[in-house]
């Protein structure tokens, strides 16, 4: 089992829609949570981060983190053609002697049709 | 734009070959971090360093190497090539003990022939 799932889609919206994108993860140690997006041929463009069970907003995105169920999503409101992309979350566990390296969920590929 | 920047931002090199590639951490961060991005394993953490020292490694080939120098730009050395080794290869940086955010370059992409 990997530590990190995500559904690879493809995913197809309208625009205006709201999305809903998945994660599970295996391991008690991760601790910190992010959602990246990822344009065709770029880097991956740092979304969301948050290290607590619960919700946090920024704008038409919410990031949902359930420690307990090991889950945690995004939610994209009103999504618009410029939404698509690659999104990958990926997490931090706490380990000893610090090392914060992101280990990430294979990425879900979200279109928005005009 | 990150304020990571990577070089080159294309590689096609031969099988047995040796390149090195370059990056420049957004300005103030001291840790930097390689990852490798391939269409079947997707994003792999590849090796971590902190203000020059090594921090932790992932699932990094002994044929690859890497370091970080004293104005904090790092370098990472892939050796004796192989066809699977064609890839995307980023770097990203971070502030580490203040934040855990990183943030990543543009890429190299290295093609194998």
């Known amino acids: 089992q990997k530590e990190v799932e995500q559904d690879p889609g493809p995913l197809s919206v309208p625009e205006g829609a709201i999305v809903s994108l998945n994660c599970t993860y295996s391991?008690?140690?991760?601790?910190?949570f992010m959602w990246y997006r990822q344009y065709s041929r770029k880097g991956p463009e740092l979304l969301m981060y948050?290290?607590?069970?619960g919700n946090k907003e920024d704008g038409r995105f919410t990031a949902q983190v359930d420690k307990s169920s090991k889950y945690i999503s995004l939610f994209i409101r009103d999504s618009q053609p410029s939404d698509s992309a690659t999104y990958l979350c990926?997490?931090?566990?706490?380990?000893?002697?610090?090392?914060?390296?992101?280990?990430f969920g294979k990425g879900t590929k979200l279109t928005v049709n005009p | 734009d990150s304020g990571v920047t990577q070089t080159p931002k294309h590689l096609i090199t031969a099988t047995g070959q040796r390149v090195t590639l370059r990056c420049s951490p957004r300005?103030?961060?001291?840790?930097v971090y390689w990852y490798q991005q391939s269409l079947d394993q997707g994003l792999q953490f590849l090796i971590q360093?902190?203000?020059?020292?090594?921090?932790a490694k992932g699932n990094i080939l002994e044929r690859f190497s890497a370091q970080q120098f004293p104005d904090l730009h790092s370098e990472l050395n892939l050796s004796s090539l192989e066809l699977g080794d064609s890839a995307l290869y980023f770097c990203?940086?971070?502030?580490?003990?203040?934040?855990?955010?990183?943030?990543f370059g543009p890429g190299t992409r290295l093609t194998v022939l």
């Open positions: 990203a940086s971070s502030v580490l003990g203040s934040s855990s955010e990183q943030f």
């Open positions: 391991n008690s140690a991760f601790q910190y």
């Open positions: 948050t290290y607590s069970s």
């Open positions: 990926a997490m931090i566990p706490i380990t000893q002697g610090g090392s914060e390296k992101l280990v």
């Open positions: 300005s103030g961060d001291l840790s």
């Open positions: 360093y902190y203000n020059g020292e090594e921090r």
